[in-house]
């Protein structure tokens, strides 16, 4: 009696309802008692299932079937892009101000959620991309070493982090932090609050205190995502009380569908910012919405890794790469090119596979954001012409010297990287003589630089391996 | 502790109001589990109560409540089976008389004809090493705290070992527990192989005749391939130490957490052989229904859950105040 895979229950139902013209009422009904089982399986709110499903299924009723789609398919498109809208929408990232010399970030949630490694994230990620220059604020007095554990954080991520120990209450360790703050010229200030249940009342309201003195321009709630139907209660009473601005959802390189992030979105309106992705001080990303509907939906189909193809890298820029690999003409101007376009759809994105030579990347545990730093570290102390030809650098060591000096890197990564591109140079030009199916063997195998080969680890999901700091 | 299958024959509710004490301890798990306001099992009174037959409606309904304590969907739909082949057996058409049944199949989904003993199960005359893995941020730590304060108030010489070595401040964290508890805590250095603090920690026990030791680790997702290896080492390591003794392990779960408990229990179990569950943050407003999940598919018993913060908000695991407080509302 128990359910099989609703994955493979749901592609039945397709098969059923495939090679029709038209959806019918009955059709859509019976997909919706699998879309409905598939979303509480993912944790998502019980009540928030039903309204969906009954929204989803009224749009869903005056669709035709396009041309060229199967029927199920597009259930599941009209389906996906409904958990996309919700989910998305546009918000400002984060709202710096203009009218204090600093910006305020108040992080709260449960016990055990990630504000603490979170905190630290989020001000790495705002200095880095927002050329802030954070102050993180130790403001839990109550779980054991909390406060060490922000400072270790800082100190790894050279950010300040300002604690007046355990035995002072919060809010006047933010108002000290306030003023530290303004006095050395932090232009943001990160509050690390304790973990607490949103039913503790003095705790909370110990929270609308410090907001009422920081007066922060965000608050966000911490949430892990693996949070079952808890989720709605928790995130009601933050908003309730604190007038919650954004949510992060954290411990996404879980193997969990993370079906709180809909729940919580649906429930209060307050948007997803931000997830963490892992256990390095640099696992965060901005929040995707359409790899998170794709997620707790649990149908990552070709369909919407085509979509978002087109919607996250220019299609120009892709053949125009694709054709200076296969010439073998591959400078470091592209490959500084292609490491961006890798950052800016994340490792994971299956568009990657698409690419010569990166498939096995697409497979490999994330790339470490770090080495990619420190490639276009080596990159931009190149001389313009060097990064075009790189024969001059092949041929010159005090050339080489001289880039890795300039760029605080070693001679040996210097050295790397010029293997690297070569091995990637060499491999297309043998690739764009090959037979397709001999080249995609040929590239499977290897990853040109980052590290060397990578061992493919088995299982699903995302950051596997545990590359930690 | 112990329920038979007759026993719950006899009536539930008989046993639920045995004794005063037990009705003061009902009361406990009442406080921490039965806040949340209109949501969740609060609505069980209201739905049994408020139907005029048991139909399709009055089941959807159940099933209703039964997901929204996170029991997992496969075993709500187990459970509701059960519970219309018990009510067409017996020929029951009342809601109210759904009542005792329901809380009779719980307890047979709970206890699975078996005597479930939440005890710790110690090595007599020897060393009994407690291992105490889970997720990040589930309440692994903390719950070392309590069990060490538990353990030693029955007599027992303990010692601690920080085996998390990764996460910044940890080592700090057990430490600020052993001064509490008042017992001695192996630590090496941040980084070091958490085999290795786990290897000196047992020598260490074993020379100066320590009772019982208990073992933190880092958390770790369940889908992490080499920390779930790191785990396997530790379980290894003690296991060469120490065999041909039971090693007590120990899975720290989350009382929000979903579905995703199941893959954790199952995984963890793997690496390494789990012998019960601490349930932690019952003080919420969540009821960790995905224990009763992992017990309905892995046969993993729960042996604690935790309350609170304090050093004295462990209790140990009791299937009647449990499942009490998951009724709770039934009894106002
Ligand atoms: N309310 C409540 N909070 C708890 C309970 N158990 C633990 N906590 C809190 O949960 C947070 C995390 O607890 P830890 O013991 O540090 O969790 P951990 O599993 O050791 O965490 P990591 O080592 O980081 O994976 C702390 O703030 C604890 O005080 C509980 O039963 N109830
Ligand atoms: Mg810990």
């Known amino acids: 009696m128990a359910f099989e895979n609703l994955t493979s229950k749901l592609q039945m139902t397709f098969r059923r309802i495939t090679g029709k013209a038209q959806l019918n009422g009955s059709d859509i009904d019976e997909m919706m008692k699998d879309v409905r089982l598939s979303l509480l399986e993912a944790d998502v709110n019980y009540k928030v299932v039903k309204d969906f499903t009954d929204e989803v299924k009224e749009l869903a009723m005056g669709e035709k079937i396009l041309k060229g789609l199967n029927p199920g398919q597009q259930v599941v498109k009209i389906v996906n892009d409904e958990l996309v809208k919700l989910m998305g929408g546009e918000t400002a990232l984060v709202n710096f101000t203009s009218n204090r010399p600093y910006t305020v970030i108040m992080m709260v949630g449960l016990q055990g959620a990630g504000k603490t490694t979170t905190a630290g994230k989020l001000a790495w990620f705002l200095r880095k991309n927002h050329a802030k220059k954070p102050l993180l604020v130790a403001a839990d007095i109550y779980r054991p070493a909390a406060i060490e554990q922000l400072r270790t954080v800082g100190a790894k991520l050279e950010i300040p982090v300002f604690d007046k120990g355990i035995d002072i209450d919060p809010r006047d360790i933010v108002k000290l932090a306030l003023k530290r703050a303004e006095s050395d010229g932090n232009d943001l200030v990160v509050i690390d609050t304790a973990g607490r249940l949103h039913i503790n009342e003095t705790l909370m309201d110990e929270l609308v205190d410090i907001k009422k003195i920081a007066k922060p321009e965000e608050i966000l709630l911490t949430v892990d995502a693996m949070t079952g139907q808890d989720a709605v209660n928790v995130a009601t009473a933050f908003h309730a009380a604190l007038g919650v601005t954004g949510c992060i959802l954290t411990k996404l390189d879980g193997d969990t569908r993370g079906g709180a992030a809909l729940s919580i979105r649906k429930v209060t309106g307050v948007p997803i910012k931000f997830s963490g992705t892992g256990e390095k001080l640099t696992d965060i990303e901005v929040f995707h919405p359409e790899r998170m509907a794709t997620r707790i939906l649990g149908m990552g189909d070709v369909l919407s890794l085509i979509e978002k193809a087109t919607e996250e890298i220019d299609e120009h820029e892709a053949m125009s790469m694709m054709e200076k690999m296969m010439s073998g003409k591959f400078n470091f101007v592209d490959l500084l090119k292609q490491m961006k376009m890798i950052k800016r759809m994340g490792a994971f994105s299956g568009i990657l596979k698409m690419l010569p030579g990166m498939g096995a990347i697409a497979d490999s545990p994330k790339i470490d954001d770090k080495q990619i730093v420190y490639i276009e570290a080596i990159i931009h102390s190149m001389t313009e012409a060097e990064r075009k030809n790189p024969e001059l650098l092949e041929r010159s060591s005090s050339r080489r010297n001289r880039v890795a000096s300039g760029s605080g890197r070693s001679t040996t990564e210097v050295n790397r990287l010029i293997g690297m591109l070569d091995k990637q140079r060499q491999m297309m030009k043998r690739m764009s003589q090959m037979n397709p199916e001999t080249a995609e063997k040929a590239q499977s195998g290897m990853l040109p630089g980052l590290g060397g080969p990578i061992k493919q680890t088995p299982g699903k999901g995302k950051g596997k391996g545990g590359f930690r700091i | ?332």
């Open chain 2, 1 to 332: 502790m112990f329920l038979h299958r007759q026993v719950i024959d006899v009536g539930i509710f008989a046993k639920l109001f045995g004794t005063k004490e037990r009705r003061l301890q009902e009361q406990k798990y009442k406080i921490g589990m039965a806040k949340t306001r209109g949501g969740s099992l609060s609505n069980l009174k209201a739905a049994l109560y408020g139907a005029k037959a048991i139909d399709d409606a009055l089941f959807d309904r159940l099933e209703e409540i039964f997901i929204m304590a996170d029991l997992g969907v496969d075993t709500v739909v187990k459970f509701t089976a059960a519970l219309r082949a018990e009510v067409k057996k017996r020929a029951i058409t009342v809601p109210r008389e759904l009542e005792n049944i329901i809380v009779d199949k719980m307890f047979e989904l709970y206890l699975q004809g078996q005597i479930v003993d939440a005890n710790i199960p110690y090595v007599e005359g020897g060393l009994t090493v407690i291992l105490v893995v889970g997720v990040n941020g589930t309440g692994k730590t903390t719950s070392i705290g309590k069990l060490a304060y538990r353990i030693k108030a029955e007599g027992k010489k303990v010692m601690l070992a920080a085996a998390d070595t990764f996460r910044a401040g940890a080592i700090e964290q057990l430490k600020i527990w052993g001064v509490r508890v008042g017992c001695p805590v192996v630590a090496k250095n941040e980084g070091a192989d958490p085999s290795a603090v786990v290897f000196d920690a047992i020598r260490l026990a074993k020379a100066e005749a320590y009772d019982v030791l208990l073992v933190d680790t880092a958390g770790r997702l369940q889908n992490k391939v080499n920390l779930m290896k790191e785990l396997e080492k530790i379980d290894r390591t003690i296991r060469r130490e120490l065999p041909s003794v039971p090693i007590v392990t120990y899975l720290v779960i989350d009382a929000t957490t979903g579905q995703n408990g199941l893959s954790q229990a199952k995984l963890f179990n793997e690496a390494a052989k789990v012998t019960g569950i601490i349930l932690t943050k019952l003080d919420g407003t969540a009821k960790g229904g995905i224990v009763l999940a992992i017990r309905d598919e892995l046969g993993i018993p729960i042996s604690f859950v935790g309350l609170g913060e304090k050093l004295t908000d462990l209790e140990q695991f009791d299937v009647e105040g449990y499942i009490y407080g998951l009724f709770a509302d039934f009894f106002d």
